[in-house]
């Protein structure tokens, strides 16, 4: 069985297209909370109110970094999805995280982020441009099989 953590943008379906790909493989999937606001507010909400925004994200990131850091520690491999539409520092993070940590690291994302990214892509295994890509490799691996 291979534990994969799916991290970076959210605003895209490329996890389900990833977990519904994978179906019928012996694959568990964990992530971030992936719902915006809930990741944004969840410091304040558990630990309490703050009057600046700064101190309100603090919090919020250091709750969510428990979770992160759990997930990439317990995966075989991560998969990191840039988007095309915000800058995803987060995912950046997360991707020398998971180098530093010696994990598989599988990188997605369009060719237009391919010069933004050179040094994050030459950290990873695999760089994929489509969700699809990224559920071949991981067939491939379980299996040896290839597409087709």
């Not at 964990?30 to 915006?36: F, G």
């Not at 391919?114 to 991981?138: G, S, T």
Request: charged residues 20%.
């Amino acid at each position: 069985m291979l534990n994969v953590y799916l991290s970076g943008e959210i605003h895209t379906d490329w996890r389900e297209q990833i977990i519904d790909g994978a179906q019928g493989l012996d694959v568990t999937f964990s992530a971030p909370v992936t719902d915006h606001g809930a990741s944004d507010d969840c410091g304040v909400a558990i630990l309490g109110g703050e009057d600046k925004k700064y101190w309100h994200d603090h919090k919020g990131a250091m709750v969510n970094a428990i979770r992160t850091r759990k997930g990439i520690a317990d995966a075989d491999i991560v998969v990191v999805r840039f988007g095309d539409q915000y800058k995803q520092w987060n995912a950046a993070f997360d991707a020398g995280y998971a180098a530093a940590l010696g994990k598989s690291l599988i990188i997605l994302h369009g060719p237009d982020h391919a010069h933004a990214l050179k040094e994050v892509d030459a950290a990873a295994l695999a760089v994929a441009q489509e969700p699809a890509q990224v559920v071949d490799i991981l067939r491939y691996v379980l299996s040896g099989t290839l597409p087709g």
